[in-house]
């Protein structure tokens, strides 16, 4: 099992840059995908970004040339850089383990707000 935690949410003016980070032991030897999505109040959920521990970035349209996702597998830790960020980045942003050796497991969530 490969339980992810996120930190690094926050306050921000529209504009403005955040950096989440999602831990999760066991990324890297397991091989996992680990994957940010969002859900605004009100709405459903929407996959951001992910990255899995040996491959390339993937990122929704709506935050592709804002945000950037890294990874730093000695850490076992992936990076969601939120650059440009608008009111309708406000979400509560949560990471996701997967991978046949990770299982799927969430993270507990960090909030983001956004204000114009």
């Known amino acids: 099992r490969v339980q992810p935690v996120e930190s690094g949410g926050g306050s921000v003016q529209a504009g403005g840059s955040l950096r989440l980070s999602c831990t999760a032991p066991?990324?890297?030897?397991?091989?996992?995908?680990l994957d940010w999505y969002r859900q605004a109040a009100g709405m459903g959920r929407e996959w951001v970004s992910g990255?899995?521990?040996?491959?390339?970035?993937h990122y929704a349209p709506s935050v592709k040339g804002r945000f950037t996702i890294t990874r730093d597998n000695a850490k076992d830790t992936v990076y969601l850089q939120m650059d440009s960020l608008q009111p309708e980045d406000t979400a509560m942003y949560s990471c996701?383990?997967?991978?046949?050796?990770?299982?799927?497991?969430w993270g507990q969530g960090t909030q983001v707000t956004v204000s114009s």
């Open positions: 066991g990324f890297t030897s397991n091989t996992c995908t």
């Open positions: 996701r383990a997967t991978g046949s050796s990770c299982g799927v497991n």
């Open positions: 990255i899995r521990a040996d491959g390339p970035p």
